[in-house]
């Protein structure tokens, strides 16, 4: 009886206790995911664009690169226009002069879009003046190079206006850079997306990038400012990955071990939104070889667009036949 007794009081004890801590003390800690390896199929001339969510560890959509030409901003005070820097397309601005007559590009300084994707260095740049409450043209042309295909061929010259962006649409006209019709065009802002875009080849817009918080990472080429051993400048097609310009940020770490790399340690870090901190420069090419190969102790620490943290780290850039263009992934959320 009396140890009957004493089980009942230390049960009553417990019950007192645990009644003076509050409910939202009592957090269980979250699991860390397990390391996953994924090989993102962006095939031997990097012909498409892989859009790739670390939550899912699934490939979300891809397309060829060559899909589209021009990207229309779709926040809700958006305007800007940017190219598909993927194809090494560019621009310049030929100012007020009469749309549809014949162009040629000799002596025009052509720009192309920062790959860091930093607004103010938009290679288009702002394309309008503000007229009550509309957003109409400033009346300049541009010259466009659609730029390269996958196999290096030249994809046409062009010539643009945009004429307004109105009740969230934006239209514009276009026509061959040497002159002849001229074609209407006209995108509305979708808010699922950072960006709709639109193929002048096609004359239409077309479904590229999938909705915004559904992935981390997009697989591409991209087109970055390189320098020569002298130091000079000079725009170069490369090969790797970008981050969703949608609430993802990402750390370069190369202090830690890979498998070392805790929650904690991810969340003192120093991020950047710049879209391309992870980059190309995670593989080098070895002339002596003729191969790429991927640079040792170099960790990148990812806030997804969940909010989860995920470490990742390149360990190849050849599938299991040894084709390159097949990056290869590992990574962990944290």
């Not at 030409?69 to 030929?94: H, Y």
């Not at 490369?238 to 890979?258: I, K, Q």
Request: proline fraction near 4%; charged fraction near 20%; hydrophobic fraction near 40%.
């Amino acid at each position: 009886m009396k140890r009957t007794t004493d089980l009942l009081f230390l049960l009553l004890i417990a019950i007192v206790f645990q009644s003076c801590f509050k409910e939202d003390e009592m957090v269980s800690p979250h699991p860390r995911g397990d390391i996953m390896t994924d090989t993102i199929p962006m095939t031997v001339n990097y012909l498409y664009q892989v859009y790739f969510s670390l939550d899912s560890g699934m490939v979300v959509s891809a397309n060829e690169k060559t899909l589209y030409d021009l990207g229309f901003e779709c926040s809700q005070t958006g305007w800007r226009v940017i190219l598909n820097s993927s194809d090494f397309m560019k621009v310049a601005d030929l100012g007020e002069v009469p749309f549809a007559q014949s162009f040629d590009t000799i002596g025009l300084k052509m720009l192309f879009d920062k790959s860091d994707g930093n607004p103010d260095s938009n290679a288009i740049g702002q394309w309008f003046k503000i007229s009550d409450a509309d957003t109409v043209s400033n009346k300049h042309v541009y010259a466009l190079s659609r730029g390269l295909d996958e196999l290096g061929n030249p994809l046409g010259l062009y010539q643009v206006i945009f004429d307004s962006l109105k009740n969230n649409m934006y239209h514009f006209r276009y026509a061959p850079l040497s002159g002849g019709i001229i074609s209407s065009g006209s995108v509305s802002k979708d808010p699922k997306v950072n960006y709709v875009f639109f193929s002048l080849k096609s004359g239409s817009a077309v479904p590229a990038e999938p909705p915004k918080d559904t992935y981390d990472l997009l697989f591409t080429q991209y087109t970055t400012m390189l320098y020569t051993n002298e130091g000079f400048p000079y725009p170069y097609l490369v090969t790797g990955a970008l981050l969703n310009r949608f609430m993802v940020a990402a750390a370069v770490d190369s202090a830690h071990d890979f498998m070392a790399i805790t929650r904690e340690e991810a969340i003192m870090m120093n991020y950047s939104e710049a879209l391309d901190v992870i980059g190309y420069d995670w593989k080098y090419y070895d002339d002596a070889t003729g191969n790429y190969t991927i640079i040792p102790n170099r960790s990148y620490v990812i806030r997804g667009v969940s909010g989860f943290w995920f470490k990742l780290r390149f360990v190849d850039f050849y599938n299991k036949e040894g084709l390159k263009g097949y990056p290869v992934i590992e990574y962990q959320r944290l």
